[in-house]
Nanobody, 116 residues
Framework: QVQLVESGGGLVQPGGSLRLSCAASGSTIYINRMGWYRQAPGKQRELVATISNGGSTNYADSVKGRFTISRDNAKNTVYLQMNSLKPDDTAVYYC??????????WGKGTLVTVSS
């Protein structure tokens, strides 16, 4: 098993930036991929970005060019740098760790609010 702890959420004005962090502990050696998902009020959870063990990244069209996912394998930490934030980015952001056979683990989430 793995434990995922997110941090870095908060209130930011439109056009601003935030960096989310997700620290993984436990059986991290078996993780295939890590990523960020988000869930806005009244909406389903959606993929934001993922990064594989080899460093390959994947982004939702809505965040391409604005968000960057990265990882520090030595620290078992994945980051999400979010720039040019919009009110539509307001959501609870969840860290995800994917294991073999598509078994997923989730963090508890961190709230990002984009508002003036």
């Amino acid at each position: 098993q793995v434990q995922l702890v997110e941090s870095g959420g908060g209130l930011v004005q439109p056009g601003g930036s935030l960096r989310l962090s997700c620290a993984a502990s436990g059986s991290t050696i078996y993780i295939n991929r890590m990523g960020w998902y988000r869930q806005a009020p009244g909406k389903q959870r959606e993929l934001v970005a993922t990064i594989s063990n080899g460093g390959s990244t994947n982004y939702a069209d809505s965040v391409k060019g604005r968000f960057t996912i990265s990882r520090d394998n030595a620290k078992n930490t994945v980051y999400l740098q979010m720039n040019s934030l919009k009110p539509d980015d307001t959501a609870v952001y969840y860290c995800n760790a994917r294991y073999p056979f598509d078994k997923d683990y989730w963090g508890k989430g961190t709230l990002v609010t984009v508002s003036s």
